[in-house]
Structures are given as C-alpha cells and as structure tokens.
C-alpha cells in the first residue's frame, strides 16, 4: 500500500485521471527554478516559531507567495519535478514524432498515440460514432446471462491493492495479478470490489453540506452526457443509475477496512462464487472476461461480492444497461468531442478537486503516452536523463538507510530474537530498484493507430489486461517494476520485497549530488526510509522474506506495535484541516509510521555519514536544523479546499501540513530547534511516538 506521495495515478487510472479529469498537469510556463544547493531559505517564514508549527515555518513565506496555477488543484515541491519531467517527457514525444520511425517500432507507437489524441478535427468529426457498436451491444441485452456477459467483457487489471494502491475502478468489479498470498512464487487473481463512478463509497453515502452538493451535481453529469449521447429521458435513468450506484456503495468495503490485508486474504475456486455470492451468472461472467480456465481467486472484499451481485439479479435489467451505457461513455469522455470532454472535466476536475481550468491538451497528451507506453518513453528517459554516477551515488544512500535500519531493529528491547531475525532477512533479500528496470515492457502485441484515439486506449487497456491474465499462474518476476522512470515517485511492492526509486525523484530538490548531506538525507533520505519502512508495517508485518504472508511476528511483538501505532493513529486522528473534517489516523496509519521510520532512520543514515566529522553549518543552519528543514520542504504545498477534502476522504497519505508535523515523533528535532513545553506541537518524552 505504498505509493509515497499523494498524486500517484497507475498506469490504467493515470489514463482515466489524464484524460477524464485532467488536473493532474502542470503548466509549462513556470520560469526554471534557479541553482540553489541545499535548503531554500527563502521559502521559510521566521515569523512562525518551528514548535508551534514546523510546515508553514519551513515552507510559510513560499506558501503566501506561491499561486495554484487555474488548471491544478495543487502546487508544491513535488510540481516542480513533475514539470520537469512532463517536460522531458514531451521532448522525447516530440523527438518521436519527428523521427519517422518504422512502423511496429516504439517510437512509431509514441508518435502515434500522441497524435491520436491531439487530433481534435477527427475527434469532432467522428463524435460518437466510435461508442456505437459498444452501445448497440448494451442496448441488444436480452436477458442476466446476456449481462453476466458484458459485465465480463468490462473487467479489467485496473486495480491494485499494496503496490501502487489503486482501489477504485468504475467497471462492476477489478482484477489485479500479483504474487499469491498463499503462493508468493506465482501470480495469483486477485479481485476486487467496484462499479462506482465518484472516487469512494463515501461519496455516496456521507451525510455532509459538501457531499450534499456533490451528489446533485453528479447527478446533473450522469444526465448531461447521457443526453449528449442520444439517450431519451435522461433524467430519470440518471436517477436509477444513481440509486444503483448508492445500492452498490452500500455493500462496498470503507478504505480503512480495505487495507487490511488480514482481512483480503479470501480465496474462492471459481465454482464457489455461485454459492458465495448468487445473483450473477458467474460462469458466462468469467467466460466473457477469458476467465473460464483460472481455477481459484483471492476475493479482497468477500462481502461487497456478496451485495454486488445479489443487485445483479435484484436490479431492473433496463437500470443495469442505463448504467452499463453512462459507465462507458465517461470512462472514454476525454477522447470523445469537446462538449463530452469539457463536460467531464467540469465534474471532475471542477467539482471533485476545485480547478477552474483544463489542462493544455498536448499536457494531456503527454499524459496519455506516459499512461499506456511508459515504459516506451521511459527506457530513452533513462539513458539520457540519469547518469551512472547519479545511480551510484543514490545506491550508497540506500545501502546507508538500510544499514541505519538493521541497528535500529537489532537495538529494540521489545522484539524477540526469532522476530528481529526474519526482519533482518527481509532486509537481506530486499530488492531496491533505483533509477529504472533491469527489463523493458515489450509493447509488440499493442496496436496503435494514428487516427483512432479511441481504439488506442481501450485496445490498451485490453493489452494490459490480456497480459497479466497471460501471466497466471507463472513464476513471479521480483525485479518487476510498477512505475516508470519518468514518473516523480517512489514505491514499495510487497510481494516481491523490492522498493523501486525511479530517476525522476532522483533530481533536486530531493537528490542533488552538490547539496550537503545533511538536506540530501532529510529530502531523499526521509522518503527512501518511508519506502523500506512499509517492508516492517502494519502490512509489512504480514508478508515474510519470500513476500509470503505469514504472520512472521511474536503475540508480544505484535502487541507492542499496536500499542505504539494506536498512539500514532490517535495523534492523527487529533488533525483537523476543516472544523467538519479530521484526518482518519486509521486510514492514513501505514503511511504515517513509514513517515516517523523513515525520517528517524535518515536521521542515523545522516549521522553514519559524517563518520564522526562535526556537521558543516550552511547559510546560518547547523547540520541537523538543515535536515529537519530540508524534510518539512518536501512537503512544501498549497492545496485547493475540494480537492484536500477528497484527499483527507480517499487518501491513504495524510496531507502534506500533517506529514510535515511529524517532526515532533523525534527527539533530535526538539534539541535543534530548542523546542519548549507550551509550544503547540510540543509532545512530552512519553508521547512522542517511537515505532523502531
Ligand atoms: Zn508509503
């Protein structure tokens, strides 16, 4: 469960988020950030004491300058490399473009797929011409074994429950292929719980003013595009696709819940589903989705299975083909005409995150390329954007942070011998990918052409899903990666023990080979940390050296974790970014005991790296307040109010004010910033909550 940082959108949903909702892009425009080296101290505001709130004291004075650009719902430190990299990456498109490759060639493919999507007049001129047959097909459902069939043919590998933690698609259900929880050798089905538009079940089922106002314009979108498409009446199917939709939630599992894995550990043999969950055909349900053959599956939510298809059956046929039809034009309203297009952003990108414009399209493009041939654009990024030495230098930081790691376990008094053995195993065998793959994605069975936007993503997101189902029951490739150079992010996979840290986050501010080392382990340092520190998490805790899970923890060791991360939890719980909104200290709990682990161990990684010199002062900070700065500067952000509302809701992170406040977990912070009692993030010896 463990993408680091709060935009992260997999491949399948970067697609959907780029082209449907579009917030996600930066502007081109913003002027080159000038060479500094180490902390910026003009971001920091002298007027707010660091006890009372270390965020807008690392970051104020940047905060009350900075300006959310009009087509984001967000700007932070994070934008700036992503703006970089976007950049880049539209460079090589470009490039791509220009080079007239042969076709069948990746870079034909890129070239392609670009220009399919900037091709507006065509997009006009077809309008929905390229839905018809997939509507026709809706709208000749007979019967429930005619819809068992083309809720099949929807299913996708469009979710992903502890790599890049996707839990949400629109399709009725999702279909993840990873290593087997019993079975970590093999890639095992994983299916999970869906068939909601709006990002999470409480969308549809909170009792608040705001969600109030969100379900009545949700409900003016599903009539809008279905009125755009043709369909008669479309307020009153938007009703009944509406009532389904909140039928559906009911049964859906809450995030929290979702993130146990204690609990998702369910396997049923494909001739159970009919006991355990009738109402759907499920034989025609997997033949249409070339499922017949996989004997057994890991079913996340067992329970949302359960109510999902009981509405199958119980729900009129006409509503499930109404929503089967609105499911499908929106999932492609990004690639159909403008009014279509503009119509979803106003939803989504309006409505749900708060940003007045679209994105420039060829962003958007950029987007699209990046989602479905990112390894494509990612094996030239690498070569030319990442040097040997830069890979070098980030390999000894991870073999220091790991090293931090191993005295800290060795050194805890709670843990038994046999516990703190298989922890010390896990970091034997962990796979640390930094800078890009060993192996290449090969794209040849994906068919790209440059006239058919369309039929470019949905023949795309077919490819991935034939691929991974291709891989059932195959041995499991634990140097795989999840994410693409290019991409600004780090993420920890684990089933397959193994971190990877792709070369776009390896670039300043996070990781710059002439900043002191005192800011690269507070920037970089901090978030490699996070990233090993999900290898001994609550989720952790439950997968073994192999990637097994296997409760690999004493009764007592067990104990005492909770007892800690309850502490932890609480303390979150305590956040209240709005007077009706506080954070979930549950649902945000994984990331944020990475965020303590990860800067404590930076911290000693820090130190081990001094190799007893006294720490060089900079700009007037001694070594330790340049770390402690140099982390609150990750998170250095400003927020729109609807999109941080959707973030505190849906989001496993805590937003970036609160992950910057966990400085007050650690002790060394107090003694570098002299930090008294009667200071607001003050915590007293006790309460300062220590996981490793
Ligand atoms: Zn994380």
Redesign the pocket.
Known sequence: M???MLRFFPWNTAVYALITLAPLFANSQSAPAPEIHGIVVAHLDGAVKPGDDFFHYANGDWIKHAEIPADRSYIGTWDTLEDLSRKRTAGLIEEAAKANAPAGSNSRKIADLYNSYMDEAGIEAKGVAPLRPQLDAIAAIGDQHDLARALGETLRADVDALNNTNFHTANLFGLWVAPGFNDSEHYAAYLMQGGLVMPDREYYLADSQSMREIRAKYQAHVSTLLKLAGFSDPELRAQHIIELEHAIAEKHLSLADEQDVKKANNPWKQADFAANAPGLDWAEYFRAAGLSSQASFIVWQPTAFTGESALVASTALDTWKDWLAFHLIDAYAGVLPKVFADESFGFFGKTLSGTPEQRPRWQRGVGVVDGLLGDAVGQIYAQRYFSPEAKAQAEAMVANLISAFRHRIEALAWMDPATKAEAQAKLTTLYVGIGYPETWRDYSAYEIKADDIFGNISRGRLFYYHRDVARLGLPVDRKEWTMEPQTVNAV?LPLQNALSFPAAILQPPFFDPQAPAAVNYGAIGAIIG??IS?TFDTEGSAFDSKGRVRDWWKPADLAHFNAATARLAAQYDTYKPFPDLALNGKQTLA?NI?DVAGISAAYDGYHASLAGKAAPPDKGFSGDQQFFIAFGQNWGSKEREAALREEVMTDSHSPDEFRAATVRNIDAWYAAFNVRLGEKLYLAPPDRVRIW
Do not use: V
Request: aromatic content about 12%; hydrophobic content about 35%; glycine content about 0%.
């Open positions: 463990m993408r680091f920890n996070h990233e999900h990331e990475a």
